[in-house]
T-cell receptor, first 115, second 115 residues
């Protein structure tokens, strides 16, 4: 069964500092991995996804994530935090594609950006 | 591209009434749609998966007679909360996926408050 663990339910960074949100996954087959962002009272917006192509994935708003199979990790990073990055971030894993395919979400990490 | 809308964005109803929430994929055909429920400060809980033209598959513990899902076309799915009670108050989010890959695109969510 697939699962996702996000380390740290809350992360605080200063504006301009590096953002690092951690995600580890468990999957019995090569996974698809996603990062989504959720602003208050809104749905989820796809930041980036890994679908077995390049291991370093670049997404929107300057975010990127690196798939490391040996570490079963897919950490999200951004070199310089902006106030508008304050939101909740969800890592998700999906096995295979097509048919009845479920996505499993992590518990989320709330990012606070301090001015 | 890949825009998903939900209507209404917010609804307040009396206990015992039924509420219908619509989820539409605006610029792609959604072969599969998902309905999630999100409690405050928690991750998303998958309620059910629906494929166009077939019955929805409900997750364990989700009452299918209470949460009626219809996926009548490739661009529209509806969730009807029947005989709503205060404990049904929550944030309901839909997502849609086309046949081309594993990525789910999320709607903006519907806040339901049952008085």
């Amino acid at each position: 069964a697939q699962s996702v663990t996000q380390l740290g339910s809350h992360v605080s960074v200063s504006e301009g500092a590096l953002v690092l949100l951690r995600c580890n996954y468990s999957s019995s087959v090569p996974p698809y991995l996603f990062w989504y962002v959720q602003y208050p009272n809104q749905g989820l917006q796809l930041l980036l996804k890994y679908t077995s192509a390049a291991t370093l994935v670049k997404g929107i708003n300057g975010f990127e994530a690196e798939f490391k199979k040996s570490e079963t990790s897919f950490h999200l990073t951004k070199p310089s935090a902006h106030m508008s990055d304050a939101a909740e971030y969800f890592c998700a894993v999906s096995e295979g594609h097509g048919g009845y395919q479920k996505v499993t979400f992590g518990t989320g990490t709330k990012l606070q950006v301090i001015p | 591209g890949a825009v998903v809308s939900q209507h209404p964005s917010r609804v307040i109803c009396k206990s015992g009434t039924s509420v219908k929430i619509e989820c539409r994929s605006l610029d792609f055909q959604a072969t599969t749609m998902f309905w999630y429920r999100q409690f405050p400060k928690q991750s998303l809980m998958l309620m059910a998966t629906s494929n166009e033209g077939s019955k929805a598959t409900y997750e364990q513990g989700v009452e299918k007679d209470k949460f009626l899902i219809n996926h009548a076309s490739l661009t529209l799915s509806t969730l009807t909360v029947t005989s709503a009670h205060p404990e049904d108050s929550s944030f309901y989010i839909c997502s849609a996926r086309d046949s081309g890959g594993p990525t789910q695109y999320f709607g903006p969510g519907t806040r339901l408050l049952v008085l």
